[in-house]
Structure formats: C-alpha cells, structure tokens
T-cell receptor, first 116, second 111 residues
Framework: KAGVTQTPRYLIKTRGQQVTLSCSPI?????VSWYQQTPGQGLQFLFE???????NKGNFPGRFSGRQFSNSRSEMNVSTLELGDSALYLC???????????????FGPGTRLLVL | DAKTTQPTSMDCAEGRAANLPCNHS???????VYWYRQIHSQGPQYIIH???NNETNEMASLIITEDRKSSTLILPHATLRDTAVYYC????????????FGPGTRLSVLP
C-alpha cells in the first residue's frame, strides 16, 4: 500500500497570505489528523477528521482550519499567515475505528512552510 | 501535556542493543503505550505499541513492566540509520483521542 502523501512538500509564503496544504491518507483509512511541528513547541495536534467531520481539535486559533472530502483526502488551511506559522505540518492517517490497531496513526513526510 | 517521561538523549554503539526507557506512572487501565521515531525532518514512523504484554515486531521489542508504570523499547542491533528521536506516547483506545508527543529521546548510534 502507498503511504500517506502530502503536497506540496515545501512552500514559501509571506505574512498575511493564506495557504492550503493537502493530505492523501493510506487507502482504506478514514481518519486524518494534522500536526504542527516547530523547534520551540515540538509536535502539536491541530485537528482530526473522520468521515468528513471534525472529531477532535487542538488548541490553535481559528486561522487554522481543515476539511475532509468523501474520499478521505484532507486539506488544511491557514489564513493571515504569521511568521510563527513557519513549521513542518504533518498529516497522519488511521483506520479511525475503536481499538489500538484502528487508531494507530501513520504519518506522511510533511509540508515545510516558511513564512517571510 | 504528555503523560510520559523519557531521557533527553542516549548514545548506543552500532551493533549493540539500544534500550530506551519510558516512565508512565499515571497510565490507566485502557491506555496503550505507543512508540514512534522521527528521523531528522521526516514524518514520525510508527514502531510498536502494547497494552500489558511484551510485544515484538520486525523493528523492535516493547517490554512493559507488570505494574505498567514503565516500559522499554529495545532495538536489538542498532544501526546508524536508527539515529532518531524516539517518542513514547500513552493513549487510550477511544476514537477521537489525539496522540500527545513529548520531547522524546534523541538516540545517537555511534560507529
């Protein structure tokens, strides 16, 4: 099976712009989670989508949003970019049901965003 | 906050076993111990997980103490490619719970 894919891999934006990142989960996986990783804060959970519904949300401002499509692919959007949004954005997919095997997450390679 | 405590860094000689400890003294009955690793600038890689029994797969072994308050990830024959940050995560089996990553242990495998 192909792994989790994320596009684009690298992105440069300027302050005030918005950005959309894309994630394609492993085939058959219905849950997609997003994480932000920075040197200062480490890996932090953004949100999780399952069956096109946000099921869980981390402590990030409303500028960060996401959605999931019927084929389980997901996008996240960051509006009004700030310098502090520069980070590695990681997507992870899982089967999404109940139980440890269903919930084991598999990560993509990430999108590295640089905000100038 | 992460529910686990790990050493900040460890060294291991190439070819030797790497034993990475993790303390999770507040773990509850339905919570699993997961291990991931992250090689520089790549996405975290799932290694193994367990509830109370020891587990082994092609990558590693997971030893969980009888009281479940600590565990050890064992890489039996470490190679230079095992140099990475290793994360120990405690998580329940209810869907919708996110994985909480702490700072992890930076393992350096030395030639």
């Amino acid at each position: 099976k192909a792994g989790v894919t994320q596009t684009p891999r690298y992105l440069i934006k300027t302050r005030g712009q918005q950005v959309t990142l894309s994630c394609s989960p492993i085939s058959g996986h219905r849950s997609v989670s997003w994480y932000q990783q920075t040197p200062g804060q480490g890996l932090q959970f953004l949100f999780e989508y399952f069956s096109e519904t946000q099921r869980n949300k981390g402590n990030f401002p409303g500028r960060f949003s996401g959605r999931q499509f019927s084929n389980s692919r997901s996008e996240m959007n960051v509006s009004t970019l700030e310098l502090g949004d520069s980070a590695l954005y990681l997507c992870a997919s899982s089967l999404g049901g109940r139980g440890s095997l269903q919930e084991t997450q598999y990560f993509g390679p990430g999108t590295r965003l640089l905000v100038l | 906050d992460a529910k686990t405590t790990q050493p900040t860094s460890m060294d291991c000689a190439e070819g030797r076993a790497a034993n990475l400890p993790c303390n999770h003294s507040t773990i509850s009955g339905n919570e699993y111990v997961y291990w991931y690793r992250q090689i520089h600038s790549q996405g975290p890689q799932y290694i193994i997980h367990g509830l109370k029994n020891n587990e082994t797969n092609e990558m590693a072994s997971l030893i969980i103490t009888e009281d479940r308050k600590s565990s050890t990830l064992i890489l039996p024959h470490a190679t230079l490619r095992d140099t990475a940050v290793y994360y120990c995560i405690v998580r329940g089996d209810n869907y919708g719970q996110n994985f909480v990553f702490g700072p992890g242990t930076r393992l350096s495998v030395l030639p």
